[in-house]
């Protein structure tokens, strides 16, 4: 079992007294390999982490277990994070205490008000309806644990008690390009763009809407380890914060299998990206994706020599769920003067053609 440790990217600047250090996430990456990852293996899950490092400025170790196992049919990558939960007042006060960004300030003042979330919800028969009745999945969140520290909770994880692992396929090692000089071959899957993704998820970009869409009828509810009746759903924490920006229309948050949520920071008026929306009963993506034909990170997937770094979208979701970022990212409003611009360029040349 090896063990090395990543330090912030401008550690190197500490020597020079009269800087302030450069705040970053640091990482604590523990390998668990039988044999242990290769050098070439290492380095570039180090450069992944270095990446998330450069981006988020958040005083906050993540402690990771990652390397090689065997996974499923077509699956390069997984990540199981350590989950704690709160109450949904505890996050929305977490998150206006953290707000640093503009995008956190529309972010934390389009949360719902009260204490109980109301939301359009699958239920356990597989229907649907406005749930607003103020049960123990509109009161509680859950969030990994790496997110709990963004948001400032302590959270006593260490190399022993990891925030995640995070897991790549033996089937694929040799499937993997590991570094991206030269570019990654059009045969190969880039794996610094699957560690990154896979620390996305460990920071926090994930749904319960998978964890619904796994656990709904027809499974039997007691194969989740839950009553069978259609309010199955109803006396635990399903939600993670991520799901507080999922919406379907102006002011109807939708944390819903299927459907076409998308994500939100300003109460659903300005839809950022479109989320996926399931494996078994949305659109056959995991849920906690965005969805599958964007240039985004969090996409579901990547295909051979596709190489992807956290967009600004990407990035907005980190924001929104309690990380800080080192240079912000646009308010969704100035997204939406862009793409009002951009029409504007279309139709000028159309006119000018
Ligand atoms: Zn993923």
Known sequence: MKQFIQRPLL????GLAFLTPAQAVTFVLNDVSTGGMSAQQLAGFQAAAN?????????????????????????LGSTSSNFVTTSYSN???ALQLDATSSLDHTAVSHLQSGSALTFMATQGDGSSRLDNDGSVNNL??????ANAKAMGFAVGTSTATPDASIVFANAYAGDFSYSRVGGTPGN?????????HEIGHALGFTSGVDDIDYCM???????CGISNTASRFENDWWYEPLDLYRYSAPGVADVRVGGTPYFSVDGGITSIAAFSTGTEHGDGWQASHFGPNQVNLMRPFVGNGQ???ASSRDLAAMDAIGWDLAAPVPEPQTWAMLLAGLGLVGWMRRRSA
């Not at 509680?140 to 644990?145: P, Q």
């Open 11 to 14: 550690a190197g600047a500490l």
């Open 51 to 75: 990446f998330w490092s450069g981006k988020l400025t958040d005083n906050v170790t993540v402690y990771l277990d990652i390397g090689f196992n065997n996974l499923g049919q077509n699956i």
């Open 91 to 93: 996050v929305r006060t």
């Open 140 to 145: 509680y969140l859950g969030m990994t644990t």
């Open 188 to 196: 190969k899957v880039d794996f610094i763009t699957v560690a990154e």
């Open 217 to 223: 009828a027809p499974r039997s509810g007691s194969a």
């Open 307 to 309: 190489s992807y770094d």
